[in-house]
Every structure is written in C-alpha cells, then in structure tokens.
C-alpha cells in the first residue's frame, strides 16, 4: 500500500494523466526549485572568464535555458525576492515587505518574516496542492506554518544555538525529520546553518526526500553564498571557494532527483546580486539629531518615534508614524534632501510614494533611500553617520543596479537547449513554472518565459 506522500504523488500523475486523455492540456513535469542566495549572474555566465569551476552550473546553461540577468524586486533583499519567485507578483501585493519585520522599537528581537500567513496572494505550493500534488520543501523563506507544504522544513531560527534544531524540528511536517533522516544518514543538526557543509548536508537530505515521496514540485534554500559574500564580500577566494562547493552539491542533488525522477525540470534561482562595501551609514543617528526620534536612556533602545528608517541592506525603508501629517512628511523629506545633497553620505537616490508604488515596493514606505554601491545602512543609534562597514558585501540596492541582477537557470524535458532569454523580470519565473507543472496561478502579473 502507499504511504499518504506516495498516494498523494501518484493521485497528481493520475490527474495529469485523465487531463490528457479528456482534454489535452499542456504536459506536466515535477520541477525542482534550488535556490543559491546571492548568486550573480555573470558569475555562471561568466564562469571561465572569471576562473570559476562549477562545472554543474555552466552545464544547464548548455542543456538547457538561461537569464542574462533578473532584474530583482524593491528591495533586492531575500525574503520579499524569495517570496516573488513562488508567486510571481512584486512585494506591494505579495505582502512581504523585507527581510526583518518593521520593529521601530525593537521589541521584536529582529523577527523576519518567517510566517507563510503574511502572504497576501496564492503561491506555486498552493497552486499545486490544488492540482492534487504533493509540495515538498526545505528552508525555503517565509514558509512556516505554510498549509500547502506536505512535507515542509520551513526556515526558522532565533539564537543559533542547539535549542534552534529542536525548535525547527517541532515546526516541521510531523514525522517528516525522523523519516528523512534514517533514509539519509544525515541530521537536521548538519543540515541546519548558513555554511557550505550545511549547505551540502542539506542538498542530501532533499534527494532523499524526492526519492522518497517524489513530490510534484520541490524547493529548497541554499543559504551559505550569501553569508560568505557578506562576511569577506562578492568575488573574494572565499565566496569562489563557496560557490564551488555549492556546484558540486547542486550536482548530486539534481543526479539523484533526476534518478527517482527521470522527467524532471530543474530549475536555479537567485534572489540578488551582490555588491562590495566599505561604509555603513547609520541613517538613525540623522534622525535622532533631527528631533524625528528619541532613545530611552535606560534601554538605549528608541523610545518616541515620529519618523524611522527600516533596515534593508543597500536601502532604508523611511517609516513614518503618521503618513498623512503633512508637516511631519514635509519635515522628513527636507532632512532627506539635505543629506543626499553631500556625496560623502553616501545615499543615491530617494523615491517617494509614487515612486515606491510604481516600483512595487512595500505600500508601508513614505519615502526609501538608495545608497551609493559601496555604503550600506548602518544599525547604529549614536555616533558618526558615516562609519566602518559591519560587512564587506551586501545587497538591497534599488534594482536599477546591474550588481544586483539574481539568477535564472532551467533544464529539463520540453526546455530549450543553450537558449538565453535574455535579461528577464523575477515575476516571470512563477508563471513560467506553473506552466511546466500545468497549475493555475492566475494572480501572477508576470508572464511564461517558455
């Protein structure tokens, strides 16, 4: 007999199978979503140029369809991208502003946007769920307590201590860790961190489950690029090395998927680029200068606020308490002006409302400031404005930055060999796997890309 995973995956061919013989739809394939966070485009597309050997990599570019770069959503940071690649429409509607949740007091001990309930508009899971498939997942962002998962790892963290594991097995599928690990030989413990070996335990353990339940549609977070490139910056021996390593993992988890699973489509996303940096500017310092806040002399936290940047790497989120005080807005806007106006604060551009929206940034926002490539937004409440960086690489920047192009690689049957698609729009990449696994997702404002 089937186990409940098994039946549900052999219900979903039986579906595809009857839709072709009554009606004749398009074909459907199971797809594999691997995400490698901050991985730059140019850095596959350019692979030999820049002596980079990952082989696995530059090999779907040949087998099968590539972006010459994403252009990314505002901000160009996980969450909010991550949370567009699963339902192909901009941050304004999907609902998942940033990285970090907007915590003007910081009450929230830096909480993210860990909870699937804050997206506003339907997912690839839940278009597939609807199909009868089964969705599988590990560290995906924003996808705790996500009801179209079956078999779900979320990603959740809080201290990064031992507790965290415990903590991450309790809000994943019930049984799904102790199944997955006997069939793997590998622990949640290994799997769980931002490191390549993480990285590398991780891509084991969702070839295992694929083997196992051969779920319609899989997507799994590679997280380990993104803290090296932050912690030494893009392009350094470091991240190179990372990125290897990463290749060589990709490789078995898509040799053993495709095992279990001869017709499936892989498909290789980023979220961002990537930039170096060498200032950060503490915005906040401004603002408490300006009157616009104040700090609480016993916690050191802000106490009273009237105006707030929100931290999003490359760019501030500028909050304001009350968006339709005019004196409070004109208020804001004049000390923005002032700063911009001195090259050596670092800050590029500043967008207001309409702006925003156009964009399809966070309706929440009254203003957002893009920093100059090499500055990003600092955390601290007092001091200079302009100080030493807390990392070497960052991303967060307005889209327009070319530095900040993500990646989109795509192979399998039905799919275009060594076929560039030029520079595409994240939004488009949804839609174009709904397309591949035959599922509604009528709510994406992107189009199919094949």
């Avoid at 993480?198 to 339940?213: G, Q």
């Avoid at 060589?248 to 930039?275: I, M, N, Q, W, Y």
Wanted: glycine share 10%; aromatic share 6%; hydrophobic share 45%.
């Amino acid at each position: 007999m089937a186990s409940g995973n098994e039946g549900g995956a052999m219900r979903y061919r039986e579906l595809i199978l009857a839709g072709v013989m009554l009606a004749s739809p398009a074909a459907a394939n199971p797809v594999l979503m691997i995400s490698i966070d901050g991985l730059r485009a140019r850095d596959v597309i350019d692979a030999p140029a820049r002596g980079l050997k990952i082989p696995h990599l530059t090999a779907m570019m040949k087998t099968g369809s590539y972006a010459e770069g994403v252009r990314d959503m505002l901000p160009s940071v996980t969450y909010p991208n991550h949370t567009t690649l699963i339902t192909g429409v901009a941050p304004a509607l999907h609902g998942i502003a940033d990285n970090l949740a907007f915590d003007p007091q910081q009450k929230n001990m830096e909480g993210w946007y860990w909870y699937s309930s804050d997206i506003k508009v339907p997912t690839l899971w839940d278009a597939v769920k609807a199909k009868g498939g089964l969705v599988a997942n590990y560290g995906w962002p924003v996808s705790v307590g996500a009801s179209a998962i079956g078999d779900n790892i979320p990603e959740y963290w809080r201290t990064y201590q031992p507790d965290d594991v415990k903590l991450l097995r309790a809000l994943s599928s019930p049984g799904l860790v102790a199944r997955i690990e006997k069939l793997s030989g590998v622990t949640l413990k290994a799997t769980n961190g931002d490191t390549a070996a993480a990285d590398e335990a991780r891509s084991k353990f969702v070839a295992a489950l694929i083997a196992a339940d051969h779920p319609a549609f899989t997507t799994v977070h590679l997280a380990s690029l993104d803290e090296t490139q932050h912690e030494k910056g893009p392009g350094t021996p470091e991240a190179r090395a990372n990125l290897e390593s990463l290749d060589t993992s990709v490789g078995e988890l898509v040799a053993a998927a495709r095992k279990a699973e001869p017709d499936l489509v892989v498909a290789l996303v980023s979220d961002h680029g990537f930039a170096p940096v060498h200032n950060d500017v503490n915005l906040m310092t401004a603002f408490i200068a300006a009157g616009l806040a104040t700090l609480d002399p016993k916690t050191g936290k802000i106490g009273a606020w009237q105006a707030e940047p929100w931290y999003a790497g490359g760019s501030s989120i500028i909050m304001l308490a009350h968006p339709d005080d005019a004196a409070l807005h004109s208020k804001v806007a004049a000390l923005l002006k002032k700063l911009a106006a001195d090259p050596k604060n670092g800050i590029a551009g500043v967008m207001d409302k309409a702006e925003i929206a156009r964009a399809g940034g966070t309706k929440l926002a009254s203003f957002w400031v893009d920093y100059a490539l090499g500055f990003e937004a600092g955390k601290k409440l007092t001091g200079p404005l302009i100080g030493p960086p807390a990392n070497l690489g960052t991303h967060g920047y307005f889209p327009a930055h070319a530095e900040m192009r993500s990646s989109f690689l795509i192979s399998g049957p039905g799919i275009a060999a060594g076929k560039s698609l030029g520079e595409i729009d994240m939004r488009d990449i949804a839609p174009t796997l709904a397309k591949i696994m035959n599922v509604s997702l009528p709510s994406a404002t992107g189009k199919p890309l094949i």
